[in-house]
């Protein structure tokens, strides 16, 4: 079973790096991040899903795809930053 684990890990890994580069066809782009508001409980701190770190009830990432995991499940408020 942690065979599996590490390979998800990895190809979360993986898709985070494709996500984040900052060069497309020669031209500079700028990386997205997101800010996650815990809505129950704004005084969270610790770690929450995909390993995204809490303090004082939000995060900012950078992960497109955890920012749609946030966005699909109850309990949190996904916003993209600028």
Same mark, same amino acid.
């Given at each position: 079973?942690?065979?599996?684990?590490?390979?998800?890990?990895? *190809?979360?890994?993986?898709?985070?790096?494709?996500? +984040?580069?900052?060069?497309?066809?020669?031209? *500079? &782009?700028?990386?997205?991040?997101?800010?996650?508001?815990?809505?129950?409980?704004?005084?969270?701190?610790?770690?929450?899903?995909?390993? &995204?770190? @809490?303090? +004082?009830?939000?995060?900012?990432?950078?992960?497109?795809?955890?920012?749609?995991? @946030?966005? *699909?499940?109850?309990?949190?408020?996904?916003?993209?930053?600028?």
């Amino acid at each position: 079973m942690s065979g599996k684990k590490t390979e998800t890990e990895q *190809e979360m890994k993986q898709e985070e790096k494709q996500e +984040n580069t900052m060069e497309a066809a020669g031209e *500079e &782009v700028k990386a997205k991040s997101w800010m996650i508001w815990v809505d129950n409980n704004p005084n969270y701190c610790g770690i929450g899903a995909g390993g &995204v770190q @809490f303090a +004082n009830g939000h995060a900012v990432i950078d992960s497109e795809r955890m920012a749609a995991w @946030f966005k *699909e499940h109850s309990g949190y408020t996904v916003t993209e930053q600028q």
